[in-house]
Structure formats: structure tokens, C-alpha cells
């Protein structure tokens, strides 16, 4: 195996710099003090040589050059030569060098180390590959002497031939039992050891092996002590080329074969018509019938799937497009009619259709655990306790509520999405008891262990359990099977949109838990939500009031907007423009960083996170830190792929306008001194 590198740098402190850094990727190095001690060392399992231009410049290289054209075929050394001239094309040292050195790599001085270590690594591994081809002759040669150990041990008369039948080799057992030599036995020789019946069956069998793909056929061979014929058993498969390396046209090497005596076993021929191989190949194909057969409904079952997604999302789309549109009609109508309260109402309804809209992607975001969440430590038992009237006008009169809640461990997720989570799982069981019955709401503290939940399922820990129990009319197995499909939903058109489970399950995964579900018809439903435990205490809860912008900011105050959506842009900026910012729009990461070096100054950057130029927006608020160190940087998002530092500021798509003003009143404020 190669080992180190041998250097040659007489000059300055190249071999020690090169030393260094060869050790730092774990390549041991021997410096020489010029080619003839090289010369010395080119046994010691070399990894490759590292030479400067000064070194071989007056050095005699016939002796290295000979002793590179001694090498094994498979050995072909890498040189590295250090240099300052600018290419092998340009003068003629370079080029006997080349001629001499024949694997040789030209590294320009000055260089990176990270180059260096490139071409090292590189030269390495060449010299990795012609060990690994010394392993495989090495390998070949003990192949080919067990080989003949193994067909020259066993009983069987072994042999090798040509697709037609053509013999290329017999084993010693084929000579002593047949009498017919090696080379009689060569190409259709060995035929004159066939019973003469068997003769025609038996190129029959050849002229067939090919488009079977193996040999089988019974045949009576003569002995030569005695000249009675024995039946044997003849088989052989063909031995195709690897792939990658030169093959004949079919693929097919050559054929490799054995002819085994069943004298005795002819009387039970009709039991071994029936091999091994057969009923192998037989259940082969049953079980590659039943693979398919299961690839086909896996396929089914998927895109029947994406159908429901992707026409549950087209559905609810479409009533809020309809919605949006209808209004914008019917808002250009009353204001050319000069009917601008009828116009302001619609224009309130459109906003709430966009909160439609907005809660949709959330939900499908949550389920594809691709929602930003802002964890917090919670009290769960708090926040069911603050929730109890809510549950019980959402539940009505009919349905009695219990809570079963313990004081302990805290959890560490979204506050607004387990309050979500747990409302939801609570119209669900209303929704299942029409004429009335019985709420459980629970919480307790669980230990999961490994053999407790399917692999991928959650970490085995502590864990907080909320259960919400319902007597109900329950769920059928099948219906239970696809409770968390997105849009599957058993309630009639128009009630409901099928997310609300496939929403808790995104959520309860994203946090780092899992969600349980037993059901059966007319014994009820359960549903239990597993958070991981956590120790920190929560903190009262805050109702922070919203604050209206102020009318004018502060005189030459910038602000650095980027998103590659023009309607966004326009929208944002306009409304700190109102503010009295100077905003300054980007589509991109490369522009925003030309507009920043052209300002000089940014008191604020508000970036999307995905933007297209190569640069996304936690590289571009890298990059304008760099320049700005002091700039703070408010992101916005409405898709959660790429991650953000810790405590960074994000206003998630959509958004509000005067939300997105007071985030940068706030931002801009707290970052003057």
C-alpha cells in the first residue's frame, strides 16, 4: 500500500511547508536532499514524489527515468513538480521533464493549500488505484491456483469451451477416465468419448445453451479402462465479461462445466428432472410476479394520493380565487359608480379570503413539516385550563366535558399551533357524537422506550402525553388507516377541509414527537399527542399590544428591501415609503450587494430567504454584515427550507403591511445607539 511522499525541495523552507501540510490530511513524507537520495527511496512504497523545478534543474534524471521504466506494468508513480513558469508548453526544461517524469503534474508557485492538498490528495489517490490493480493481479493469480486445486481435487471431469461446444481445456479426471488427451480433447475432439446415440442430443443441447443461457444434458461417456459407458450429468453456464472492460459480442467469455457420473442414480431420474436450479428459478419468477404485482398497487395507491392533494388544494383555491376575483369585479364596478363603502366591504372580504388562503398553506406546510414555528417552553395543563371555556362553547350543551390535567413537566413547542392543535382534535370529536356524549381531555407523563415506537417514529425519552377522548361513533379500520392523509376526510362536501389531522401530525412531528390514534365503530376515538418533556419553566404569558406605525421616520434613515416576487417588493416598499424610508429594491442577492456598496450606508435589511443568483437571503444578510456589521436584518418567508441563525427576526408570507412597518420601526430603533 502506498505510504509516503518523497520530497525533494533543497531550497528554502518548501519541504518543511510541504511536510506540514501533507501531515495535516495524514500523509507521512520523506525529504530527500536531491534525486539520487530519492532515487534510494523509490521502493519504500511511495505514494507519489513532490519536486521542485531547482531541484531536477542541473540533476541527472537518467537514472530515476530508468529506474521508472523498470517499474511493474502496474506501477506508474506520480511526480508533482513545483514551478514558476507558467506551463509545460513554454520551455523546453519543462518538456524534458515531462518526457522523463512520465506521470507528472505541474503545480505553479505561488499557490493556495488547499491546491496543494488538491493535487497531493489527487496524486494519492492515483497511486491508490495501481495498488488496488497490484491486489486484483495478486487476487487473479490465487483465483487461478484454487481453480485448478478445486477442479483437479474433485471427482467431477471439468472443463472449458467455446459457446458451439469447442473445448479450450479438460482437467486431469476428464484424461483419466476418457484416455483422451488434453489436446485430442480440444475443440469437438472430446465428442469421440460420447456414446454415439448421445451425440446428436448433445449438440443439440449446445446449439441451445445460448438462448437458455446454461448447458444441461444427459449423456453416456466411455471409460477407457473398460469401454463400458457411464451416464453423466453435464452442466455449464457462461461466464460473462465484467462490466466496463473489453467483451466479445455476446457478452460471453467462455463456458464453464462439469460432467458428473449418475450411473448410479439413473433409476431416480425422473425425481432429479426436477433440480435445484429449476425450483429456484421457479420461485424466482412467482416471487418477481408478486413484486410487480405489489409495485403496481404501491403506484396506484401513491398517485391516487397525489390525486386527492393535489385536487383538494385546486378545490379550496379555486372557492377563494372565485371569491377574490367576483370581488375585484364587483369593487371596479362601485368604483366607477362612485359606491365606495360597498367597495370598502368587499375590499374586507378579500382580506378575509387571503386569512383563507394563508391558513391553507399553513396547514399544508404543517403537514409537510415545513412550517416556521417559534417554540417556546409551555405549561400544557395552563394552556388546556385557558382554553377550557373555548372548548366548551365549541363543544355546546350537549357534550360533557372532563379534564383530567396533572401538574408537571413543561414542553417545548408553538404555543399557537398546540392550541390549534388541540381545538382541532376537539371539533373532531364533536363532530363524531351528533347527539351528544362525553369529552376527556387528559394530560400525563410518559416514558418511551426504544421497543415502545417504530423506528423513525420518535426518540425514545420522556414525554408529555395530551390525550382527547370522545364516545363517539369511532372510526372503521380503514378509515383509520388514512386519518392523516391530507384532504381524506369522511365529513360531508363543504364541511371541513381534511387538513386538520394531517396538519397536528406535521406539527406534532416538527416538534419532535409523535401522534397515536385508536378508534373503533361505536366504542369512541382517543387521540394522543407525545411531546418531548422539557425542563425549563414557563414563563407568564405576555399579551403584547400592537403599536400603529409612526407617520414620518427619521430623515435619511435606508432600508435595503430584497424579493425576487415585483408585487411584494412593491407592495413593502410602498408602505415604508409612506413611513418615509428611502428604500432601495432588489430581485436578487448579487444586485442587493452592488446597491449596498454603491449606498455606503443601510439601516435596515429586509431579505426573503429564497431568491434566485446564486445567493440566498441568509447569504446575502451574511455578506451586507460583513460590510455593515451593524444592520440589522429582518427575513421573510413563506416556506421554511433554508436554516436561519438562532434569534434571527422572521415575519412569515403573507403578511400585513403594518406588522411588516412595525417590525422595522423596531428593528431600526433598537439598532441606533
Same mark, same amino acid.
Given at each position: ?22 501531515? =495535516?490530511?495524514?500523509?507521512?513524507? $520523506?525529504?530527500? %536532499? ?34 521508472? =521504466? ?69 487476487? +487473479? ?10 477442479? /483437479? ?18 482437467? #486431469? @479426471? !476428464? ?12 475443440? &469437438?475432439? !472430446?465428442?469421440?468419448?460420447? &456414446?454415439? /446415440? ?7 443441447? !449446445? ?23 457411464? !451416464? ?7 461466464? &460473462? ?15 464453464? %462445466?462439469? *460432467? ?34 405489489? =409495485? ?32 375585484? /369585479? ?16 368587499? +375590499? ?29 417552553? $409551555? ?8 382554553? /377550557? ?7 355546546? #350543551? ?67 402525553? $395530551? *390525550? ?33 389531522? *394531517? ?15 385508536? *378508534?373503533?365503530?361505536? @366504542? ?31 430623515? %435619511? ?87 436561519? #441563525? ?18 422595522? =420601526? ?8
Amino acid at each position: 500500500m502506498p505510504c509516503s511522499a518523497l520530497i525533494v525541495a533543497p531550497h528554502g523552507r518548501d519541504a518543511v511547508v510541504a511536510g506540514r501540510l501533507l501531515a =495535516q490530511i495524514g500523509i507521512p513524507s $520523506i525529504t530527500c %536532499g536531491d534525486v539520487n537520495e530519492l532515487l534510494r527511496h523509490l521502493n519504500d512504497d511511495a505514494a507519489f514524489a513532490l519536486l521542485t523545478e531547482e531541484a531536477i534543474d542541473t540533476a541527472d534524471l537518467r537514472p530515476l527515468a530508468a529506474a521508472l =521504466q523498470a517499474q511493474p506494468p502496474w506501477s506508474d508513480l506520480p511526480f508533482i513538480v513545483m514551478t514558476h513558469r507558467p506551463g509545460s508548453e513554454r520551455n523546453l526544461r519543462t518538456r524534458r521533464q515531462s518526457e522523463m517524469l512520465t506521470n507528472v503534474t505541474f503545480l505553479e508557485r505561488p499557490f493556495h493549500a488547499t491546491t496543494f492538498l488538491s493535487v497531493a490528495q489527487t496524486a494519492l489517490k492515483s497511486r491508490q488505484r495501481q495498488y488496488d490493480t497490484l491486489a486484483r493481479i495478486q487476487d +487473479l493469480r490465487e483465483s487461478e491456483q484454487r481453480f485448478r486445486a478445486l477442479t /483437479e481435487g474433485i471427482p467431477q471431469l471439468v472443463f472449458r469451451a467455446r459457446g458451439s461446444g469447442e473445448c479450450t481445456w479438460v482437467s #486431469p @479426471q !476428464w484424461f483419466a477416465f476418457t484416455g483422451l488427451s488434453p489436446q485430442a480433447s480440444l475443440g &469437438h475432439g !472430446w465428442m469421440d468419448a460420447i &456414446h454415439p /446415440e448421445d451425440r446428436e442430443h448433445t449438440v443439440t443441447a !449446445w446449439a441451445k445453451a445460448e438462448q437458455l443461457s446454461e448447458l444441461s444434458v444427459d449423456h453416456r461417456i466411455r471409460r477407457a479402462t473398460d469401454g463400458v459407458f457411464h !451416464w453423466f450429468q453435464t452442466r455449464a453456464l457462461p461466464l &460473462h465479461a465484467t462490466p466496463g472492460t473489453e467483451q466479445p459480442d455476446d457478452g460471453v467469455i467462455e463456458w464453464l %462445466g462439469s *460432467s458428473t457420473d449418475i450411473e448410479d442414480q439413473m433409476q431416480a431420474r425422473d425425481v432429479l428432472a426436477r433440480s435445484r436450479e429449476q425450483l429456484e428459478a421457479l420461485v424466482e419468477e412467482r416471487t418477481a410476479e408478486l413484486m410487480a404485482a405489489q =409495485q403496481t398497487l404501491r403506484h396506484s395507491q401513491k398517485m391516487e394520493a397525489v390525486g386527492r392533494l393535489t385536487g383538494g388544494i385546486a378545490h379550496d383555491f379555486n372557492n377563494i380565487l372565485q371569491g377574490i376575483g367576483a370581488s375585484f /369585479e364587483l369593487i371596479s364596478r362601485h368604483l366607477d359608480q362612485g359606491r365606495t363603502d360597498q367597495a370598502r366591504r368587499l +375590499l374586507e372580504r378579500c382580506r378575509n379570503a387571503l386569512d383563507r388562503a394563508a391558513g391553507l398553506t399553513r396547514r399544508l406546510l404543517a403537514f409537510a413539516r415545513r412550517q416556521r414555528l417559534e417554540p417556546k417552553p $409551555i405549561d400544557p395543563d395552563r394552556l388546556i385550563r385557558d382554553m /377550557e371555556d373555548l372548548i366548551r362553547r365549541t363543544m355546546g #350543551p350537549e357534550i360533557a366535558i372532563e379534564l383530567k390535567l396533572r401538574d408537571g413537566t413543561a414542553v417545548l413547542c408553538d404555543p399557537g399551533e398546540l392550541e390549534s392543535a388541540v381545538l382541532n382534535l376537539c371539533i373532531n370529536a364533536r363532530d363524531a357524537m351528533p347527539d351528544g356524549g362525553r369529552l376527556t381531555i387528559s394530560t400525563a407523563d410518559l416514558i418511551l422506550r426504544s421497543g415502545d415506537i417504530a423506528p423513525d417514529d420518535a426518540e425514545p425519552g420522556p414525554y408529555v402525553v $395530551i *390525550s382527547v377522548s370522545d364516545t363517539g361513533t369511532g372510526m372503521l379500520p380503514d378509515v383509520l388507516e388514512r386519518a392523516f392523509e391530507p384532504f381524506f376526510t369522511t365529513k360531508p362536501v363543504g364541511v371541513g377541509t381534511g387538513l386538520g389531522l *394531517s396538519q397536528i401530525y406535521g406539527f406534532v412531528q416538527q416538534s419532535g414527537g409523535t401522534v397515536q390514534l385508536e *378508534s373503533s365503530p361505536t @366504542q369512541g376515538t382517543t387521540a394522543r399527542l407525545l411531546l418531548p418533556a422539557h425542563d425549563e419553566i414557563p414563563a407568564a404569558s405576555e399579551q403584547a399590544l400592537a403599536t400603529p406605525p409612526r407617520v414620518v421616520a427619521d430623515a %435619511g434613515t435606508t432600508v435595503l428591501l430584497v424579493d425576487d416576487e415585483p408585487i411584494v417588493r412593491m407592495t413593502a416598499a410602498t408602505r415604508l415609503r409612506e413611513l418615509g424610508y428611502d428604500v432601495l429594491e432588489a430581485p436578487d442577492g448579487p444586485m442587493a450587494l452592488r446597491m449596498v456598496d454603491a449606498a455606503g450606508r443601510v439601516d435596515l435589511l429586509i431579505t426573503d430567504v429564497g431568491l434566485p443568483g446564486g445567493l440566498n437571503g441568509r447569504q446575502v444578510a451574511e455578506a451586507v454584515r460583513e460590510r455593515l456589521p451593524r444592520v440589522p436584518t429582518l427575513f421573510i418567508t413563506g416556506y421554511a427550507t433554508t436554516a436561519l #441563525p438562532p434569534g434571527s427576526e422572521v415575519i412569515g408570507k403573507p403578511f400585513a403591511l403594518d406588522d411588516l412597518a412595525r417590525r422595522a =420601526q423596531a428593528l431600526i430603533g433598537g439598532a441606533r445607539p
